[in-house]
């Protein structure tokens, strides 16, 4: 067997835990089987770093930020192939230079494009565990990438599917994919399996568990996803295509807090402007989620939107550059709102479930800013210190408990 095992950053936060986990590899090794890790930056390193760079520069370059965050991978593979040969086993830690990992050119968010596995295989035909660096990749400029935050799940995935893994486990310091955060939803229930679909949708409104791309791979690839837990022996949760479960109406509440409101007041009331002003904002690689457009009053109209609130700045940046070109009035922002969601196949023939949703929300008296819904998912946009409360009381009006 050929597995694949990812370890985020807490569960190498520090020396106990990197023994920890090497000695987990271990034992899949003693098994005999062929082992490859895949490792995150220890504890909040990646944030550490971050700071480091906002620091000496607010707008610091892409380029040269990943080439600070891919040493955070470097130091854990590396110790942790030190840890594995002090416990007399052969082990070798590459990073994505080294193995290599193809990705495209956009620093900060690069995808994969293609794998190496030679290095890997001969390794492995060595009988020696192999470690690879998380999050990052390389371009056609034989710079370092990195896939954006969390992206070490996705370095996982995509190594399982190129080397035909027999599974692809994910450890981190939950034992398993909830029906909400466990930590602010103390009453979420772990559930036993979930479909790609459920969990592509969850993870890309804000469930952190896994990296929305990894989910995304997986389901091409067919790749079969374990989440579990790195301190525990705990089942875990497997993500595949199809679950025995019946579909529930809503499978998951999910939050994100990693959102920036923009609204451009007293723009003119003639068509274009809304591509003009998105148009600014494609350009500028910033992506844009919600979308509201008053009505116009005599010749002016506001538009409102939300964006990641790492691209604030730079949003804030072009916008006013382009001032008078778009004519806005006045530009306002709040970075002090959340997006949470419900996610469920089984929403689309069952109506009412937005309005159930709102009702929770009115049961404690939290006022809705925005609202986005599709087939399969309702989002609204509360202030950012209601987000624990309002996450609680929808998971109480869905029944998702045990
Ligand atoms: P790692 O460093 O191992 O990659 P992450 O912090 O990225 O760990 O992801 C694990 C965290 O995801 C958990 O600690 C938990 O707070 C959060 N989380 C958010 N939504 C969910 C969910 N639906 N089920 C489980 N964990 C969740
Ligand atoms: N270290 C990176 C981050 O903190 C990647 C990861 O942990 O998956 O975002
Ligand atoms: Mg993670």
Redo the contacts with the bound molecule.
Sequence with gaps: MLVVKKF????VADKERIMNVAARCIKDYREGNDVVVVL?AMGKQTDVLIDMAKDINPMPSKRELDMLLTTGEQISVALMAMAMGGMGVPAISLNAFQVAMHTTSSYGNARLKRIDIDRIRHELDQRKIVIITGFQGINKYTDYTTLGR?G??TTAVALAAALHADSCEIY???D????????IVKKARKLKEITYEEMLD?ATLG???LHNRSVELAKKYGVRLIVRSSLTEAEGTIVKEDTKVERMIVS?V?ADKNVTRISLIGLKNVPGIAFKVFDVLAKANINVDMILQSIGRHDTKDITFTIPEDSRDEALSVLEAKKEQLGYEDISENSDVAKVSIVGAGMMSNPGVAAKMFEALYNCDININMISTSEIRVTVLIDEKEVDKAMNAIHDMFGLED
């Design positions: 985020g950053g807490t569960s995150s969390g070490s799940d981190t310091d939950v398993g994919v909830y029906t909400a955060d466990p930590r969850l469930a952190g568990v998951g999910a």
